[in-house]
T-cell receptor, first 115, second 111 residues
Framework: NAGVTQTPKFQVLKTGQSMTLQCAQD?????MYWYRQDPGMGLRLIYY???????DKGEVPNGYNVSRLNKREFSLRLESAAPSQTSVYFC??????????????FGQGTRLTVV | GQQLNQSPQSMFIQEGEDVSMNCTSS?????WLWYKQDPGEGPVLLIA?????ELTSNGRLTAQFGITRKDSFLNISASIPSDVGIYFC???????????FGTGTRLKVLA
């Protein structure tokens, strides 16, 4: 049981390049999340999804797009990377939806540097 | 948007001492979660709280869900060197499946 798996673990991009961060969970969870973590700022929510085909904006969605391909996978795309998007990106999943009281479980993170 | 105020930002303590940290918000939360993050790793869940007033323990860790649903605290008793790391609180926003995180408490334990 791998839990939440993120790929790649490290990435360096040039300004203006595009890339997709992949996330997959094998826990049959309904909800999935993308966060970014910057020094001293904790984790900030980018986008989240309650089910396949549905997504919601979090606190910092600008510059990102997401796709909930199926129940297992939730990808994050940077269409035109900027240095301000240099960060550590975490994917998480949670069993519940709506008002269910459940926990969120995290992947190991993707360390992205935009130069 | 919702914000979680977590304090203290950092702590230096002696091995064997007890530690206390807390999170407060102006918003109401369904669930309070406490995580620990080691360098280069993702956050790992320590304790989950589901009801106002709930007090839950996990080994040397004890956490409480505030009566007003707007705050929570985490205590670590008899700290040991492996307690070093960053501790985050997170709240599930009332009526949603969204989780908001605090800015973290960085704990350093001096042997």
């Amino acid at each position: 049981n791998a839990g939440v798996t993120q790929t790649p673990k490290f990435q360096v991009l040039k300004t203006g390049q595009s890339m997709t961060l992949q996330c997959a969970q094998d826990m049959n969870h309904n909800s999935m999340y993308w966060y970014r973590q910057d020094p001293g700022m904790g984790l900030r929510l980018i986008y989240y999804s309650a089910s396949e085909g549905t997504t919601d904006k979090g606190e910092v969605p600008n510059g990102y797009n997401v796709s909930r391909l199926n129940k297992r996978e939730f990808s994050l795309r940077l269409e035109s990377a900027a240095p301000s998007q240099t960060s550590v990106y975490f994917c998480a999943s949670s069993p519940g939806t709506g008002e269910s009281n459940t926990e969120a479980f995290f992947g190991q993170g993707t360390r992205l540097t935009v130069v | 948007g919702q914000q979680l105020n977590q304090s203290p930002q950092s702590m230096f303590i002696q091995e064997g001492e007890d530690v206390s940290m807390n999170c407060t918000s102006s918003s109401i939360f369904n669930t309070w979660l406490w995580y620990k993050q080691d360098p280069g790793e993702g956050p790992v869940l320590l304790i989950a709280l589901y009801k106002a007033g709930e007090l839950t323990s996990n080994g040397r860790l004890t956490a409480q869900f505030g009566i007003t649903r707007k705050d929570s605290f985490l205590n670590i008793s008899a700290s040991i060197p492996s307690d070093v790391g960053i501790y985050f609180c997170a709240g599930q926003v009332f009526g949603t499946y969204k989780y908001i995180f605090g800015t973290g408490t960085r704990l350093k334990v001096l042997a």
